[in-house]
């Protein structure tokens, strides 16, 4: 057993547009989340995951980045993050910075004079090719909608782009670009940083000659399969490793779309030699159609089980796995998978903190907030979503009811609205007007009232962190084994965790109405009940489980 201590750590991730205005411009800021150190210290988190806080235009909130060592002006200044950082180790608590380096603004310096001619320095530090009879030079979309690829007048050229036209790739079979980011990771590290979530770091290898992408049905464009975990991906993050990681005690994640398990087992391996672990999306693309996110299908529970669990038996001592719902990009389970109550947020929890890996919290997940109705487009913020709705609805593909039904469900907007600390107005997170609008239901969901109250999903999630952070089954949770239980069945969610002969059983009802279960006799010795969202939970032979009953008992 490889004890470390990011094994053993839960994340809380922040989001600083959407987490706490300090100077009422309506924008969160460094010195708002500074003020909140002390509700997270509370919450028992022991890592911040930090989202974009660098100068950027803000195309995509931050995830197009013009300068990588200076502070959005929105947020703060670097004094601002200094203190942050200072006084987040003062409260036992790291700091994780996002590293958006697959690509950058097209604000950025180097892109501005990769741009400026064809035999500028920089040309080579971007993805430039020669148009296909007046066409882009292959067919690959860009995950914004429309074409990854853009015309630029001044060399008649195209230059790539796999999200937004304003966040051009960068040419990572440069080694002058892997230079330049090495450098500045070391100078983030020097700071006192704690390590880096690595934005879209599958993507950073172009298979050679661009090949044309598959056309999935119904779309225009091929698809992106030709940017994903390609042949030098896991040569160029060896090299990141040996010239930076291992020179500090970082923590690492890699976002990696599209990963495949044989890929994870080489981005994550236990031998150290690439990242402590990645973000798989194959459970949170369970809920999408044939025609992908935009719709409001909901999970079918067998398959998410299955699924959760091919990840924890197939990692098992080769690599270690990351546990998330919810982040930035993702609506938010209690909605997705939940009921939007109070008592399926704790059920879902449950099912997440007792598995094998780290678990991430995303903020406003531990209050149980919840999808927003945004009624109309105009609401909206997010790229992404405008972009799709321009496209779909322009194209006449969906209605301009489906698509914000889709959006509801699945939009990317629903994790960024502000987060609910009380019930004045604009729920205490900006006196000022906020970027996006607040979801309306912040006078019934909020931290200040879920501090005081004991049954609350913020001191359930508490109680979760604390169990798996320091207690008795610390180590158990951390490191156990685990086993799936009840396979077949669509309501149920259990397992077991086994450490040493010690063991832990999970058991969740996941549906809003009474269930019937029988327990396994060999199951049957319960010793110590952990955790539960109804009192007296008892392990009995047949039980019935009321709505969203979940329990944890070592057995
Ligand atoms: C993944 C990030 O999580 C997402 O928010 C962003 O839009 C894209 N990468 C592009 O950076």
Redo the contacts with the bound molecule.
Sequence with gaps: MDRNWWKESVVYQIYPRSFCDSNGDGIGDLRGIAGKLDYLKELGINVIWL?PVYKSPND??G??ISDYQDIMDEFGTLQDFDDLLKSAHEHGIKIVM?L?V??TSDEHPWFVESRSSKDNDKRDFYIWREGRNGNPPNNWGS??SGPAWEYDEKTDMYYLH???KK?PDLNWDNPKVRDEVFRMMRWWCDRGIDGFRM??ISMISKVPGLPDGKVPDNSKYGGLENTTNGPHVHEYLQEMNKKVLSKYDLMTVG?C?GVTIEEAKKYASLDGKELNMVFQFEHVGLDYDENGKWTTKRFDLRELKNNLSKWQYELEGKAWNSLFWD???QPRIVSRLGDNSPLSAKSIATVLHFMKGTPYVYQGEELGMTNCSFGRIENCRD??EINAYKDLVGSGKMSPEDMMAGIEAKG?DNARTPMQWDSTDNAGFTTGKPWIMVNPNYKEINAEDELKNEDSVFNYYKKLISLRRNSKWSELIVYGDYKLLDEESSHVFSYIRELNGRRLLVLCNMTDRDINYKCDSKYLSSKELLISNYKDAALTEDMNLKPWFSAVWEI
């Design positions: 989202s995509d909130n995830y197009d996002d958006v697959n690509h995950c914004f796999c999200f937004s966040q934005d879209v976002e779309a982040n930035h990009d790229i992404e990317r």
